[in-house]
């Protein structure tokens, strides 16, 4: 029980720190590498809760996939960081407000917790007995029915997130388009023209 208790302990302050310094150092790719670090260490929390699950998602997924990614997309770009950094401050007051925002709302759910422990209690489902329901079964038993809509909700946010990438990625300047009505209006006689070559003679 200490062993784990240390664990614990070990591995939510690394994940923490990790977190802290994705937004706070300078180096693209140095964030991304302290992201896949708060990944690793969080799938050690998954497994010291016993959700193996959890874990395994996190980190084929996560880090296997997304991060990796993503530190390929920041070495591949040419990110000018001081050019990044000019409009920092511009967003401050915005990023400063939805700040504040978030800790108001941790504050008011750890203090609902702090003065009506009943409600940690309502929160929780029913834990089933982990020999006849695997917790793989468990995470979808509660995933399609008793938060479907919040799964529905996530998933049309992923979508709107992916339409406005494209979006604002897709440049009409430099590409050349097909004009499928002007391909299929082609005649023959437009497109090959045949000429009799005499030997000796070019074109």
Sequence with gaps: MIIQTLAFYVFAAITVASAVMVISARNPVHSVLFLILAFFNSAGLFV???????AMVLVVVYVGAVAVLFLFVV???????TELRQGFL????????IGLILLIEL??????????????????????????RSNTAAIGDLMYTRYVFLFQGAGMVLL?????AIVLTLRHRTVRRQVIRD?????PEDAVEVRKVRPGEGI
């Design 48 to 54: 010291l809760l016993g959700a193996e699950f959890l």
């Design 75 to 81: 070495m591949m770009l040419d990110i000018n960081i």
């Design 90 to 97: 511009q967003y401050l007051p915005i990023g400063g407000l």
């Design 107 to 132: 504050i008011l759910v750890g203090g609902g917790w702090v003065l009506h422990p009943e409600l940690f209690g309502a929160a929780q489902a029913p834990m089933p007995n982990p020999a006849i």
């Design 160 to 164: 709107i997130a992916m339409i406005g």
């Design 183 to 187: 391909q299929v209006a082609r005649r």
